[in-house]
């Protein structure tokens, strides 16, 4: 079956640290694989997107980067925090299901950044 | 960017009644979908509706889609309180580049 582990569930980290997300699927190759942020009480935006190994793509300038260093890991960094970062991550990835991309999201990591 | 807007922002009613929910979108869309979060906790896709079609069911869900007005709606019938939740509609322009979701109506269903 097909599943996303995502991890961890929670952090508190100070202003100034570093972060590292991690997100691995299961049960599929060559997903593309997503990064979102939900600040409170706000949608979801669009982070990274990555359709293959060290292929990144970033919607929106910021004081993240993501990385691909497999097939089915996608990983989110941050050199040093900053206090809007703050906020609800969400990984997902997507197949084709032959009309659509089906996606799928994993349960989140609530990030707050003290 | 965020391009759809729902409407209501919050919506309360009471159990037993049927909750509508507003989608409008800017651009042109391959398909539209609807995701429930349930309070701080991931997305669950609700429903899948594509640009050639006007409305689709699954089960108490009722979704309408007019590409011509830019805009979509979700209906739940027959609420129940476990129906609580933040709704999110999802748009799709083609390829691999994600969803494209708006900032979501809280829905509320007092027993």
């Known amino acids: 079956s097909q599943t996303i582990h995502q991890w961890p569930a929670t952090l508190v980290q100070p202003v100034g640290s570093p972060l590292s997300l991690e997100c691995t699927v299961e049960?599929?190759?060559?997903?593309?694989l997503y990064w979102y942020r939900q600040a409170a009480g706000r949608g979801l935006q669009l982070l990274f997107y990555?359709?293959?190994?060290?292929?990144i793509s970033s919607e929106v300038p910021q004081n993240l980067s993501a990385s691909r260093p497999q097939d089915r890991q996608f990983i989110l960094s941050s050199k040093k925090l900053l206090l809007s970062d703050s906020g609800f991550y969400l990984c997902?990835?997507?197949?084709?299901?032959?009309?659509?991309?089906?996606?799928?999201f994993g349960s989140g990591t609530r990030l707050t950044v003290v | 960017s965020q391009q759809g807007e729902e409407d209501p922002q919050a919506l309360s009613i009471q159990e037993g009644e049927n909750a509508t929910m507003n989608c409008s979108y800017k651009?042109?869309?391959?398909?539209l979908q609807w995701y429930r979060q349930n309070s701080g906790r991931g997305l669950v896709h609700l429903i899948l509706?594509?640009?050639?079609?006007r409305e689709k069911h699954s089960g108490r869900l009722r979704v309408t889609l007019d590409t011509s007005k830019k805009s979509s709606s979700l209906l739940i019938t027959a609420s129940r309180a476990a129906d609580t939740a933040s709704y999110f509609c999802?748009?799709?322009?083609?390829?691999?580049?994600?969803?494209?979701f708006g900032k979501g109506t809280h829905l509320i269903i007092q027993p």
């Open positions: 990555s359709v293959g190994i060290g292929q």
């Open positions: 999802a748009t799709v322009r083609g390829g691999a580049d994600g969803l494209t």
């Open positions: 049960g599929t190759s060559n997903p593309n």
């Open positions: 997902a990835w997507s197949v084709w299901e032959g009309a659509s991309y089906g996606y799928t």
């Open positions: 651009t042109s869309i391959n398909n």
């Open positions: 509706i594509r640009s050639n079609e």
